[in-house]
């Protein structure tokens, strides 16, 4: 098991950009695909980005595309997404998850993940 703890969550305008951080305590940490998945009150928990083992791969969702980005750093055990352009929709509590996975792999549903952090809120004004 793969305790995560996220970091980074807060208040943006709209237009805006927050970096969020999850850090993961495990010696293996190249073994596991990293994952963010967002929910907004009322909604299902979504698919936002994953990154594979090695951060060759990265897939986000389509919503995600082209302001989202994300990167991780597997020397210090962390993961980051960095989001830009922020809109009044991206508000959300955003999880971090963990699975082990083959090298490029990219998971994209909630089932494939094993571990989650506590999920930092994010909030966007208009």
């Known amino acids: 098991q793969v305790q995560l703890v996220e970091s980074g969550g807060g208040l943006v305008q709209a237009g805006g950009s927050l970096r969020l951080s999850c850090a993961a305590s495990t010696r293996t940490f190249t073994n596991y695909a990293m994952g963010w998945f967002r929910q907004a009150p009322g909604k299902e928990r979504e698919f936002a980005a994953a990154?594979?083992?090695?951060?060759?791969?990265?897939t986000y969702a389509d919503s995600a595309k082209g302001r989202f980005t994300i990167s991780r750093d597997n020397a210090k055990n962390t993961v980051h997404p960095q989001m830009n352009n922020l809109k009044p929709g991206d508000a959300a509590v955003y999880y971090c998850?963990?699975?082990?996975?083959?090298?490029?792999?990219?998971?994209?549903?909630?089932?494939?993940?094993?571990?989650w952090g506590q999920g930092p809120p994010v909030t966007v004004s208009s």
């Open positions: 998850a963990a699975t082990t996975a083959q090298a490029f792999a990219v998971p994209k549903t909630p089932g494939e993940y094993a571990d």
């Open positions: 990154i594979s083992r090695g951060g060759g791969t990265q």
